[in-house]
């Protein structure tokens, strides 16, 4: 995950983050508590990982990242 606050972009680690495994609700409760504490005022998110090659489990992730971090004005998605 590479998040950009107001200053250069900086990444780490998080436990797997993958859409196709993970529901909406653990979605949501991963998110908040490993990327939102962290990041509440991020305005742009890179996000890079498993299981984000479909279009439905990539509209999840999108969802559940805006939710956590609703400041966000530039956000992608890609897979590995």
């Known amino acids: 995950v590479e998040l950009t606050p107001a200053g250069p972009g900086r990444r780490w680690r998080t436990p797997g983050i993958n859409p196709s495994y993970l529901s909406d609700d653990d979605l949501r409760t991963l998110l908040a508590r490993e990327v939102a504490p962290h990041w509440a005022g991020a305005k742009a998110l890179?996000?890079?990982?498993?299981?984000?090659?479909?279009?439905?489990?990539?509209?999840?992730?999108?969802?559940?990242?805006?939710?956590?971090?609703?400041?966000?004005?530039?956000?992608s998605i890609e897979h590995d």
């Open 46 to 75: 890179h996000f890079y990982g498993a299981g984000c090659a479909a279009a439905a489990p990539r509209a999840r992730l999108e969802t559940a990242l805006r939710a956590a971090l609703p400041g966000l004005e530039a956000l």
